[in-house]
Nanobody, 125 residues
């Protein structure tokens, strides 16, 4: 069974930056696609950024395009989400998720099989 552990969340002022990390217990065919998702209270879980590692194909949600960057370190079995110019509406619990193969929609949460426990991000002044 693949496990994922997120870290790096916290509180930051608007305009600030944070780097989230997702360490995977397995990095290979079982985790070809890795995505970051977020869920704010009372809202549905939404896809933020995802990567299909065999081809390095990346997809971002429009709301974070140009502000967030997803990357991965094969040696460390870790996927990162660098978030800059953070806004209050970015506040949410952030989760990473993984699945073998490539979903038709990389940002569709129900396509993913393995999930971490989440890390909280709060953006406020």
């Amino acid at each position: 069974r693949v496990t994922l552990v997120e870290s790096g969340g916290g509180s930051v002022q608007p305009g600030g930056s944070l780097m989230l990390s997702c360490r995977l217990s397995e990095y290979g065919s079982a985790t070809d696609s890795v995505g970051w998702f977020r869920q704010a209270p009372g809202k549905e879980r939404e896809g933020v950024a995802a990567i299909y590692t065999p081809t390095k194909r990346i997809k971002y949600a429009e709301s974070v395009e140009g502000r967030f960057t997803i990357s991965h370190d094969d040696d460390e079995n870790t996927v990162f989400l660098y978030m800059s110019n953070l806004k209050p509406e970015d506040s949410a619990m952030y989760y990473c998720a993984a699945v073998e193969a490539r979903p038709l929609n990389l940002l569709l949460s129900r396509s993913y099989k393995y999930w971490g426990q989440g890390t909280q991000v709060t953006v406020s002044s």
